[in-house]
């Protein structure tokens, strides 16, 4: 069974710092790119970033240079280090697995919730 749980939400301060953590299990973690998404409520999902197998990176233009997206394959985790977060930063952040490379699969995790409220 695939699990990714998130954790690090919660309410922060504009101008202030998170690190969303998402676990991964039931999956080959090196095998497949990590991304996180967001929600913010009445809005579509939107990427905020994605890490590939081999490392790379891109980021959404809203958060370039703000936001940090980092993996451990050791620890099956993926991170997502925010720093001077604004109140548009509001949303449900979830985790994302691809694995694009041979048979395809996509799976989800639940969210957690970020507030940036002062």
């Known amino acids: 069974q695939v699990q990714l749980v998130e954790s690090g939400g919660g309410l922060v301060q504009p101008g202030g710092s998170l690190r969303l953590s998402c676990t991964a299990s039931?999956?080959?973690?090196?095998?497949?790119?990590m991304g996180w998404y967001r929600q913010a409520p009445g809005k579509q999902r939107e990427l905020v970033a994605i890490?590939?197998?081999?490392?790379?990176?891109n980021y959404a233009e809203s958060v370039t240079g703000r936001f940090t997206i980092s993996r451990d394959n050791a620890k099956n985790t993926v991170y997502l280090q925010m720093n001077s977060l604004k109140a548009e930063d509001t949303a449900v952040y979830c985790c994302?697995?691809?694995?694009?490379?041979?048979?395809?699969?996509?799976?989800w995790g639940q969210g957690t919730r970020v507030t940036v409220s002062s």
């Open positions: 039931g999956i080959i973690f090196s095998l497949y790119r």
């Open positions: 994302n697995a691809e694995k694009i490379a041979g048979r395809y699969y996509n799976y």
């Open positions: 890490i590939s197998n081999g490392d790379s990176t």
